[in-house]
């Protein structure tokens, strides 16, 4: 059955470093998003991409974040400095269409 | 997107229905409901979504009032593998993210 598949699975990184999480889609996937969980919280929508641009981003998605699809298979999430707050679980997802996602088991990133 | 409203727990005991309630009184017309679950902290996984009619699929079966204001996501025959936290979620069909809620969280015993 395919999956998204994320890399790496725990990623511990420097407070003020970039960290850059890896996900590989579904194949036939158009529509791809980022959504985080602070340990013990809800799961966060981060953003949406859709035909090489974001479609949608959340408050929690600033400057700090970016995403690219950079070889068509392949959809990234950096973030460039950071911070101990960033500590959580980053889920990637896919969808033929919208809301019917398919998720990814998860980077766990911890910021020290 | 309209508020949903589910049990913090419930259990059921292994082999029998688990039918797990959401209230959605807010919905409106053109927003559907979508059920997904997170088993431990996994990834959250796509269960189902209806959005007037009832649905059944190889995982679950979805039940829908009439007037759209609840509905039950039913596990016809729970395993322990079912353990897990269930979403419901309200939501256009055409918007591009889903806010999860504190769900509810399903034990099921032997």
């Known amino acids: 059955e395919p999956e998204v598949t994320q890399t790496p699975s725990h990623q511990v990184t420097q407070m003020g470093q970039e960290v850059i999480l890896r996900c590989v889609p579904i194949?036939?996937?158009?529509?791809f998003y980022w959504y985080r969980q602070i340990l013990g919280q809800k799961v966060e929508f981060l953003v949406s991409?859709?035909?090489?641009?974001?479609?949608?981003k959340s408050e929690i998605f600033d400057d700090q974040f970016s995403v690219e699809r950079p070889d068509g298979s392949n959809f990234t999430l950096k973030i460039r400095s950071t911070k101990l707050e960033d500590s959580a679980m980053y889920f990637c997802?896919?969808?033929?269409?919208?809301?019917?996602?398919?998720f990814g088991q998860g980077t766990r990133l911890t910021v020290v | 997107d309209a508020k949903t409203t589910q049990p913090p727990s419930m259990d059921c005991a292994e082999g029998r229905a688990a039918n797990l309630p959401c209230n959605h009184s807010?919905?409106?017309?053109?927003?559907?409901v979508y059920w997904y679950r997170q088993i431990h902290s996994q990834g959250p996984q796509y269960i189902i979504h209806?959005?007037?009619n009832n649905e059944t699929n190889e995982m679950a079966s979805l039940i829908i009032t009439e007037d759209r204001k609840s509905s039950t996501l039913i596990l016809p025959h729970a395993t322990l593998r079912d353990t897990a936290v269930y979403y419901c979620?309200?939501?256009?069909?055409?918007?591009?993210?889903?806010?999860f809620g504190t769900g509810t969280r399903l034990q099921v015993f032997p």
């Open positions: 997802a896919s969808s033929v269409r919208q809301l019917a996602a398919f």
């Open positions: 194949s036939n996937h158009l529509y």
């Open positions: 991409f859709y035909n090489n641009e974001i479609s949608e």
């Open positions: 807010t919905i409106s017309g053109n927003e559907y």
């Open positions: 209806g959005l007037k």
């Open positions: 979620i309200a939501s256009l069909y055409n918007t591009d993210k889903l806010i």
